[in-house]
């Protein structure tokens, strides 16, 4: 990824923000948080919703590897379902070193990613192992 990933269009105008790098969902006064961001709370259908960012960590609870795909996409890649530190599950792009396996259980967390759509980059967003401290 180069230097000047968060500088590309964004993928969607709605899943992230780049200052600083998180996703953003919605959260409804239950306490329901939705990822991407909705006008309604998808669980109790209230429209009293706000925008929150979402947590950067995350548990990977499932993965597959991807090796057919639309044309524009390179193959092989990895999907994951991840638990963000908190009540929700997204399916992400999995970014793992070369010879770097995910591991159900993992724990990893949010990284700006370039992802070419129609030949053009864009900016979006992917999961990598967790750097240790």
Same mark, same amino acid.
Do not use: N, W
């Given at each position: 990824m180069?230097?000047?990933?968060?500088?590309?269009?964004? !993928?969607?105008?709605?899943? #992230? $923000?780049?200052e600083?790098?998180?996703?953003?969902?919605s @959260?409804c006064?239950? %306490?329901?948080?939705? #990822? +991407?961001?909705? &006008?309604? *709370?998808?669980? *109790?259908y $209230?429209?009293?919703?706000?925008?929150v &960012? !979402?947590?950067h960590?995350? $548990?990977l &609870?499932s #993965?597959t $590897?991807?090796?057919?795909? /639309? +044309?524009?996409f390179?193959?092989?890649y990895?999907l994951?379902?991840?638990? !963000?530190d %908190? /009540?929700?599950?997204?399916?992400?792009?999995?970014?793992?070193?070369?010879?770097?396996? +995910?591991?159900? %259980?993992?724990?990893?967390? =949010? @990284?700006?990613?370039e992802?070419?759509?129609?030949?053009?980059p864009? =900016?979006?967003?992917a #999961?990598? +192992?967790? &750097?240790?401290?």
């Amino acid at each position: 990824m180069s230097t000047d990933t968060l500088d590309l269009p964004p !993928l969607r105008d709605d899943l #992230f $923000t780049t200052e600083p790098f998180a996703l953003i969902g919605s @959260a409804c006064p239950q %306490g329901h948080v939705s #990822f +991407p961001a909705r &006008e309604f *709370c998808p669980r *109790c259908y $209230t429209d009293d919703v706000h925008t929150v &960012e !979402l947590p950067h960590d995350g $548990t990977l &609870e499932s #993965f597959t $590897t991807v090796h057919q795909a /639309p +044309p524009g996409f390179t193959v092989p890649y990895q999907l994951g379902f991840v638990r !963000l530190d %908190g /009540p929700v599950v997204l399916l992400s792009r999995l970014q793992f070193p070369p010879g770097l396996s +995910p591991q159900i %259980g993992q724990q990893v967390q =949010l @990284a700006a990613d370039e992802t070419t759509i129609d030949g053009q980059p864009h =900016l979006s967003f992917a #999961f990598v +192992p967790k &750097e240790q401290s």
